[in-house]
């Protein structure tokens, strides 16, 4: 019994570290082979070989150096098995080995040339989400088909499928040139961006908040920062990590708490502390950006003891700042919600009323503008409006949050 | 090195609604990207194509041809033209890409060839 626990845990040790060292390991793989299977099967043996020996040999000293070697050598024992079995289709796959690796400017680590490569354009953005998660997270298709609620089969197809076209169409392996690295650097960053709003706002009946998603897009944000100077990567850092902080408070018994309602005292210092850091940071290089803005907006937040206390001149300066960076009516709409404690719900219910042929569609826009009904006492069309929400949501702790406010009004308890 | 094939897909309704002006313009252009491809070294072939409506489809595996008139889809997009190049990887093709969509003002589909068998084969 003790024997066996004592094996289980020591596993569990040995899968903690493969999974910190994974997006390193198939990276560097990659840049070796020029192939993203034989890396993955290479590195899965790898783990096996550690598995068995770990446990009674105890981790090595550089755990990570240990795996690489391991797997390179996994690696080329396949490439010798497969090309005596084929020794011609093995040589036209092989191609794409000819080059040296080469340089990346200045920062050299495998795992950015990986992130750029998983993020292409010329890839689906699911399958960019997928590829991600999967071969810089190391999270199993299982995990992920089950994050994003659609069948392993379906997911597995999703990552063979994207796998093949980096292969097939030769989707490089590299850090992009300077001129294109802006907007290059922006697609990674909405990759990354997208996997943290799907765990802190999931889909679906599951979990109101996955934690492994918001967990895994926070660890690799965390390595493209230390990997990239650009202030939009300290901005996104920032960003995700004052929205990680308020976690706790957000969703209590199963129901979403407002930022007003939420406990303040239960939101995680530490990382507002290194939030804020990060924003003046980033601010103070003067390139401002869209993660830049928002890591501004929710430092403001952050630093208020109260909603009646939150400097919202600021906030709604904020917001026309973004609006000039990106003018859609979803930041529309935050600035209309942040005015409304400025100019009151009035002034802040024409702006949200006049984008309505635009997010009609978008369950935050009645939301908001339920709110807004209700504090101006129309309840009857408050009413009307949670129910609209509460239709085009389907996050089950939203649901219940907008459900309580709409039988709150007297009149509408069905 | 990889060869792509640039295909450009358009309507050609709204190829017949351009004005002529506008038609020399994009002639012009292409001939430019034409020749930045050859300076650059990239080029391997070009060409633009009669409307679909010259197209004849060919079934060849049955006992006796069988010939029908009109192109293989009956969509209203069909293949305008296309380039052949021969560059790096899939970045450098979508840079010409762009530039040829652009040159040619359509839409350009971009796709590797197989690579070719080994040399020994």
Partial sequence: MQVEQRTAEAAAGVEQVFRAEYGRLIATLVRRFGDIDLAEEAAGEALLIALEKWPVSGVPPNPGGWLTTTAGNRAIDRIRRERQRDTKHRAAAMLYDDTPPEPTGPVTDDRLRLLFTCCHPALAPEARIALTLRLLGGLTVAEIARAFLVPETTMAQRITRAKRKIAAAKVPYRVPEAEDLPARVDGVLTVLYLIFNEGYLASGEGEPIRAELTGEAIRLTRVLHQLLDEPEVTGLLALVLLTEARREARVRDGMLVTLADQDRGGWDRALIAEGHTLVRECLAIGRPGRYQVLAAINAVHTDAPSTAATDWTQVVALYDQLRRIDPSPIVALNRAVALAELDGPSVALAEVEALGDRLDGYHPWHAARADLLRRLGRSAEAADAYLAAIELTDNGAERAYLARRRGELVGAER | ?121
């Fill in chain 2, 1 to 121: 090195m990889t060869q792509y094939l640039l295909s450009v897909h358009g309507n050609e309704e709204q190829y017949a609604a351009v004005s002529e002006e506008e038609m020399q313009r994009a002639f012009a252009d292409v001939d430019r990207f034409n020749q930045q491809l050859q300076s650059d070294g990239v080029w391997v072939f070009a060409g633009g194509l009669q409307g679909a409506e010259t197209a004849t489809v060919v079934d060849g595996r049955g006992e006796s041809p069988v010939f029908t008139d009109g192109p293989y889809l009956e969509t209203k997009e069909h293949i305008g033209g296309f380039w052949i190049i021969d560059v790096a990887d899939l970045d450098a093709a979508l840079v010409y890409a762009a530039a040829g969509s652009k040159a040619c003002q359509g839409t350009v589909e971009v796709r590797p060839f197989q690579s070719e068998p080994p040399a020994d084969a």
